[in-house]
């Protein structure tokens, strides 16, 4: 290919780009245009022509900039020419400014002309246009490529010695003799372009022109980075707040503070830390080592010429020092990566870490701030270097204690695929605003963290990711010798990536989890390879469920209005897969007593309105932030100190919440009149999707908002308050269908009171013979007992039982707080299971990318695997079709590839975490209408999407499964006689 050629290519690919880069553009503004124009009509005010939306420029925030532009254009310097093969790179302006000087022109005025249709007139030594319509060279062939050309020709093609000397010395290089005199051509060629064309110059000066200054960080940024979103910034201390101003400074002088953040912690082999290699020698060592060698030598010639005057003994002896020597020398100066050899195998891990303010020393002492510091509270302290030993570990530290201190033994920069350790004449130093890698903080910090030379220094917020891990499996062994390697492999893997979980179950699996299938494969492949070492065995993808209530349904499988909507409530699994007597009083409404008799409760299971759910599904944070600050009140702490924990925008964001969720509930019903004053509790973890409500007559529990209002009612709950409330937490935690949490159900208790031994028992016995009630409850003369009577007597029997018999009792029932806590617990799941049972499963949100020729065969992938297409629209200005679906996370597995193999690859999905939706189907569904038995048969042995779910996860969970291995089995007939 002649320069011509090549220049002619490289127009033609700059062009494509140029058009994928409008073609998408392009779209995006006429997306933004139609945004614009229905706000503009849907707004009252006609200021402006909706029609005339001037879409062709990209607006920049900064008013003063020029308008940019989105082509990539070689006299714009935002193209570099590079050849990774042979480590060259270059941008127009490097050559503009070479050839300015040779010629005496301007530089501008070659920048903008190198490319393009441009040639140079000799005679009158300007730039003229037309090069292509005159026959003439372009300037670029002429002054750039053509001088690459004659270099690739001179060294790889002909191999002119002479020739290369000669452009050698032209450009003013260093080349040594020895890459002068390689066989190769490549090494020789290489050699040469590393030092006229560096790439890794051209690189980074793009970066350099393009990448902000540190300088332009913003104190919204700082305040960010310093302080969550539930506390303000002006809440921590002065001391704190004085380190703003070096976060916006980036001063490097050693009185400034040292602040470093750690994003994560990434494994490297022992031998490839670079003071585990052989380096060069330098001319003191290389000098050292002649003189060595000459000793040994004169040694060598004394000993042969004394050889024939000694006898054998003596020449053993002299056969020692010239052994020794040379061993000493070797281990002492010559090769320092021979220290290392006793033991290289195993990983270190190295901390990716940024420095935002001072200047890291090696030798320098600093602190690691866990993310549960409060500098607040440490400054305060006394004798805080009493209580931070050096020796100290994250594993050495108790639950009150979050700092401990190391010092800075290894830096490291990063090059490429290499790390080189920073080494300066007088001391090893990173400043402020370089990234930097820190060795020895495997024992310090897990995946991120905070470092620092003060501990006014507030933790760093966490980092966030997009994607939530969700797919999970059991990890274990091939050959169960090889636990412990497995188990030290999960631990680097966990310190190793920041998007991985590792978990140990309370059956002992240890399981995984993951962002999807590929990060899944990612992670074993890891384990095997890197970390573990040994092979090792996954069990089937475990996927998460959630367990839902609905109303009663109105229309039957086969779309026939259900006459019969008081149905017999069907005998439920439990956990035992024991079926249990329903309690019910009326329906949904279930009474449920301790095992001593002495306590009843009412309870009723109903489902909230979606849009409910959503609004406490998407609020988690916010939610435990309120549930802390609640718990911090009734464990008597004070109320300004519990205030303080909230900045401003969280308040605000809770009161919003609550004026949501009151609206919400609103126009839901009358069923849901005042449900957020009477809210109780969210389940489970306190931040679910799940509400106990507290509907008891005459108990007037202190709201869960009280803690963002001014309220001045005593803080005073009944007793066994909590009991009630974490038996509540452990129902929604673990529900009846397959013991995954539950989404979406609300708990209202209606009465809890306490009742005498002979009232529960009379009541027992007239359940049992059948006599009358009113109202559900037993005419006794024995009438029900308040909490403030009974409960010095709960953990004690009558007075007139037997002292050792009561003691039995008390062994066999346990302590009432757990008492009430089963109790509560066993009432939420039966009126759950008094309810319509639903499984909802995690979806995906997929988005393909596809042309008209294969939306048929992508829908058909979706359809087999129980997907629902959203939306399908052509993307303006494309012929692309963008299509919107979600799929079911546990139909997921596999997908990429089979929509690759059916489309040939012409449509990629993108799958992400969306949103949890409930399964339409009734997992204990059996038919019952004529209708029914006539579409689906006496067995309805049609698949049943929620049972198999169900069934699957109860197997993988040990619990019992309600399925018949043999159906209808008959005897085989055959027409002959086996003989």
Known sequence: MSPLEAHIHLKQILEQVNLLTNELFTSEAMEKTSTEIDKLQRSTSREADPQSYDWTTLEDEDENMENKNIYFSPDQDNVVFASALDGWGFRISHFAELWAQKLGMSNKVLQKTLWGDYYLNV??????????????????????????????????????????????????????????????????????????????????????????????????????????????????????????????????????????????????????????????????????????????????????????????????????????????????VAIEAGEASSDLGGHVFIAFAHVFSGTVKKG???????????????????????????????????????????????????????????????????????????????????????????VACPAFTEMFFDADPIVRVAIEPAHPGDMTAVIQGLKLLNQADPCVQVLVQETGEHVIITAGEVHLHRCIEDLQERYAKVEVSASAPIVPFRETIIDPPKIDRVNEAIQDQNQPIKAAITREGETEEEDALEEGLIEVYTSNRKCVLHVRAAPLPESVTCLLSNHPTIIKSLEQNTTARFSDKSECESEVKMNTATIEALKDLKAKLKKEFEHSGDFWNDAVDQIWSFG?????????????????????????????????????????????????????????????????????????????????????????????????????????????????????????????KQVAFGPFSGQLMSCMRDGCRRSYQAQPQRLSVAMYKCTIQATTEVLGKLYAVLGKRNGRVISEEMREGTQIF?????????????????????????????????????????????????????????????????????????????LKVDEKIVEHGEKQRTLTKMK
Not at 732 to 756: A, H, Q
């Open 364 to 454: 320098c002492t600093l602190y690691v701030l866990g993310p549960k510091h409060d500098p607040g509270k440490v400054l305060d302290k006394p004798d805080l270097e009493g209580e931070i030993t050096p020796g100290m570990t994250v594993r050495d530290l108790s639950s009150s204690q979050h700092i401990t201190r190391f010092t800075v033994k290894d830096l490291y920069l990063f090059m490429g695929q290499h790390s080189r350790s920073v080494w300066s004449y007088r001391s090893y130093k990173v400043p402020t605003d370089n990234i930097l890698g820190i060795g020895g903080l495997e024992d310090h910090i897990l995946k991120s963290g905070t470092i620092s030379s003060t």
């Open 882 to 958: 963008s299509v919107q679906a979600t799929l079911p996370v546990i139909e997921s597995f596999g997908f990429a590839q089979d929509i690759r193999k059916k489309t040939s690859g012409l449509a990629s999905p993108q799958l992400t975490f969306s949103h949890w939706e409930t399964l339409d189907i009734d997992p204990f569904w059996t038919p019952t209408t004529e209708e029914e038995y006539t579409h689906f048969g006496e067995k309805a042995d049609s698949d049943n999407r929620a049972r198999t779910y169900m069934n699957k996860v109860r197997k993988r969970k040990g």
């Open 123 to 332: 005679k009158n030594k300007r730039v003229m246009k037309g090069a292509q319509s005159k026959g003439k060279k372009p300037l670029f062939v002429q002054f750039v490529l053509e001088q690459i050309w004659a270099v690739y020709d001179a060294i790889v093609i002909s191999r002119d010695k002479e020739k290369t000397d000669k452009i050698v010395k032209s450009l003013k290089l260093k080349v040594s003799a020895r890459d002068t005199r390689h066989n190769d051509p490549r090494i020789q060629l290489q050699a040469v372009t590393s030092q006229w064309l560096p790439v890794s110059s051209a690189v980074l000066a793009v970066v350099v022109d393009t990448l902000p200054s540190p300088l332009q960080m913003t104190e919204e940024r700082v305040e960010k980075l310093m302080c969550s979103h539930i506390q303000r910034f002006d809440s921590l201390p002065e001391q704190t707040q004085h380190l703003k101003q070096h976060f916006l400074s980036c001063n490097p002088t050693t009185d400034t503070p040292v602040i470093v953040f750690v994003s994560k912690m990434f494994p490297v082999e022992r031998w490839q830390l670079p003071q585990n290699k052989q380096r060069p020698l330098t001319e003191e060592e290389l000098q050292i080592r002649r003189d060595i060698a000459r000793k040994r030598h004169a040694e060598k010639m004394a000993f042969e010429e004394g050889k024939t005057d000694t006898n054998t003994e003596d020449s053993e002896t002299a056969d020692t020092p010239p052994e020794e020597v040379p061993e000493a020398a070797t281990n002492g």
């Open 684 to 808: 489970p973890r306190r931040n679910g999707p799940n509400i106990l409500l507290n509907r008891i007559p005459g108990y007037q529990r202190p709201s869960v908002w009280s803690s963002i209002e001014k309220s001045t009612c005593s803080m005073q709950c009944q007793n066994f308050d909590s009991s009630v409330v974490n038996g509540f937490q452990m129902a929604t935690l673990s529900g009846p269908l397959c013991d995954e949490p539950m989404i979406g159900v609300c708990f209202v208790v209606e009465k809890w009171d306490y009742v005498n031994v002979e009232s529960s028992s009379v009541k027992s016995r007239t359940k049992r013979s059948g006599q009358p009630q009113v109202n559900g409850e037993v005419k006794v003369s024995s009438r029900s007992r308040t909490a403030a009577d009974c409960d010095e007597k709960l953990d004690c029997d009558s007075p007139e039982e037997d002292s050792h018999v009561s003691k039995q």
